[in-house]
């Protein structure tokens, strides 16, 4: 006869197997087509097309990488190069932006505050594709057509950033703005000194976010950016596949290189991407 200890850690080894054996099934859902993505990079182009599809590359090619980095008609390292710029950039205007509103409306009183958080949370409803002519036509007129600023500067104000951060900022101790109020701090001093370094978590976050968001962008940089040095990633990679003939090692390498820093960038920030989420619903 069984003691009801054994069958409750019976019990919690056999959940404890299920967990993991759903998680090790998970992570290979989401893992096999960054492997897939690899391993055709590094096959020839004979050896990609044949079917059935080798999970081997065999022989082991960098075809694709030479293809890309000889390739002077579409010159991928510089549309990385703008991507990684440009991304930089946004990320650092809506860290601005976003911060200043958000703490604003999350620490300070005056008329009008909960109406305009709920205007700017509004726009978030608002389809981002209504928004291309109109920001086309600004851009336009401000000369921007064609040049870096295009993709840096429209978008800088995030309307998700301001509503991330402040639920981030309320979540702050009062204490600490009165303990700097009685040292003599202004509202400045208190902002840079006390609440920004508290919330190293949440800018991280966001920060990751706002290059993500930039980094993967699509369909704006196709509408503003016309001369294949200026382009960035996204749009670029589009230009490697032929119009009768997909060369998928090429195609493959360059989705590997777009991958790398969003992999590293998420790696580097992932404790405080997970701190600042879970701050950040703490109080509304």
Do not use: C
């Not at 200026?230 to 090429?250: F, H, M, N």
């Amino acid at each position: 006869m069984t003691t009801p200890t054994r069958t409750t850690r019976g019990s919690a080894t056999a959940s404890r197997v299920v967990l993991y054996a759903t998680l090790v099934a998970l992570a290979l859902i989401f893992l096999t087509p960054l492997l897939w993505m690899v391993i055709t990079s590094l096959k020839t182009y004979t050896a990609a097309q044949q079917i059935p599809p080798s999970w081997l590359p065999n022989p082991l090619a960098g075809y694709g990488y030479e293809q890309i980095l000889n390739n002077t008609a579409n010159p991928v390292l510089r549309w990385f190069l703008n991507s990684m710029l440009a991304a930089t950039l946004h990320s650092l205007l809506v860290l601005v932006t976003a911060s200043m509103a958000a703490y604003a409306l999350a620490r300070m009183k005056f008329r009008g505050r909960g109406v305009s958080f709920a205007l700017i949370v509004g726009t978030l409803f608002i389809p981002p594709t209504s928004l291309i002519i109109p920001n086309f036509l600004i851009v336009d007129q401000l000369n921007w057509i064609d040049t870096l600023a295009v993709v840096v500067v429209p978008g800088a104000a995030s309307a998700f950033g301001v509503f991330f951060l402040r639920q981030f900022f309320i979540s702050l101790p009062n204490e600490l703005e009165e303990a700097a109020i009685l040292d003599g701090a202004n509202q400045w001093q208190i902002f840079f000194r006390v609440v920004l370094p508290l919330s190293k978590p949440a800018l991280a976050t966001l920060a990751v976010l706002s290059f993500l968001t930039n980094w993967n962008d699509f369909l704006w940089p196709i509408f503003v950016l016309f001369s294949p040095e200026k382009l960035t990633l996204p749009p670029g990679l589009g230009l490697l596949q032929g119009s009768y003939v997909t060369d998928y090692p090429v195609i493959m390498a360059g989705a590997v290189l777009a991958s790398l820093p969003v992999l590293i960038l998420f790696v580097l920030a992932q404790r405080h991407i997970i701190q600042g989420v879970s701050r950040s619903g703490l109080k509304g």
